[in-house]
C-alpha cells in the first residue's frame, strides 16, 4: 500500500484564517482526493485533486473556500479559506492507483484534525 | 449522499467472540472496501471486494458481497480488544467512494 502523510496532523486556528494542509505519498498515484469528516459524521469527499488543472469539486463545495494545488504525481494541497466553526472537521487525503497497487484500492492519510475557534 | 448503510451502528462484544458487520447499498457497484478508523484517525484499508466476488478471506476477517440483495458483511473472528474502532464500508462506483455512516465496534476484555 502507499504510505500517506499529512501536514499538520492538528491545528487550531482563529476563525476568518486560513490553513493550508499537505499531502504527500511515497510513491506515484494515479488519482489523489480530499475528503472531509465532520464531528462524529462520516466521510465526504470534496474533490479530487487532478494533476496540472483544476480540481473536480463535489457538490457543495467550491473552489474559493477549498483551493487546492497538485503539481506533480506524489503531492497535493487543500486551503480550507477565510474559517468558521463549521470548518472543524478532521481532513483526510486518500490515493488510488499506484505501483504495486490494485488500482481500485484506495488508501487514506492519518488525516489533520482542525479546531476553528 | 450516502452510498452505504451498516447495521448495526453499534456492537458490543466480548474478546473473542466474533463480530458481524452489515452494509446495505442502493445502486450498482464495481466494488466495495471496507475500512477502519481509531478514535478519529485515518483510516485503515482492511479489504477490497469486487462486484464479481462473492466472498474474500484476510487474517481473521471475512467479507462477502451479495449484488443481488446490494448488501455486504464484515466478520471478524476471534475479536480482540484491539479490533475497538469504527468501521466503514465504501462503495466504489464511477471512480468514486461513498462512505456509509459507519459501526462503532467496542470488545470488551
Known amino acids: 500500500s502507499a504510505v500517506i502523510s499529512q501536514k499538520p496532523s492538528r491545528d487550531i486556528c482563529q476563525r476568518g484564517t486560513s490553513l493550508t494542509i499537505q499531502c504527500q505519498v511515497d510513491?506515484?498515484?494515479?488519482?489523489m482526493f480530499w475528503y472531509r469528516q465532520q464531528p462524529g459524521q462520516s466521510l465526504t469527499l470534496i474533490a479530487t485533486?487532478?494533476?496540472?488543472?483544476?480540481?473536480?469539486?463535489e457538490s457543495g463545495f467550491v473552489i474559493d473556500k477549498f483551493p487546492i494545488s497538485r503539481p506533480n504525481l506524489t503531492f497535493s494541497t487543500l486551503t480550507v479559506s477565510n474559517m468558521s466553526p463549521e470548518d472543524s472537521s478532521i481532513y483526510l487525503c486518500?490515493?488510488?492507483?499506484?505501483?504495486?497497487?490494485?488500482?481500485?484500492?484506495?488508501?487514506f492519510g492519518p488525516g489533520t484534525r482542525l479546531t476553528v475557534l | 449522499s450516502q452510498q452505504g448503510e451498516e447495521d448495526p451502528q453499534a456492537l458490543s462484544i466480548q474478546e473473542g467472540e466474533n463480530a458481524t458487520m452489515n452494509c446495505s447499498y442502493k445502486?450498482?457497484?464495481?466494488?466495495l472496501q471496507w475500512y477502519r478508523q481509531n478514535s478519529g484517525r485515518g483510516l485503515v484499508h482492511l479489504i477490497l471486494i469486487r462486484s464479481n466476488e462473492r466472498e474474500k478471506h484476510s487474517g481473521r476477517l471475512r467479507v462477502t458481497l451479495d449484488t443481488s440483495k446490494k448488501s455486504s458483511s464484515l466478520l471478524i473472528t476471534a475479536s480482540r480488544a484491539a479490533d475497538t474502532a469504527s468501521y466503514f464500508c465504501?462503495?466504489?462506483?464511477?471512480?468514486?467512494?461513498?462512505f456509509g455512516k459507519g459501526i462503532t465496534l467496542s470488545v470488551r476484555p
Open positions: 510513491s506515484q498515484v494515479t488519482m
Open positions: 445502486t450498482s457497484i464495481n466494488n
Open positions: 486518500s490515493v488510488r492507483g499506484g505501483s504495486g497497487i490494485f488500482y481500485n484500492e484506495q488508501f
Open positions: 465504501a462503495t466504489g462506483a464511477n471512480s468514486k467512494l461513498t
Open positions: 485533486a487532478n494533476q496540472g488543472s483544476e480540481a473536480t469539486y
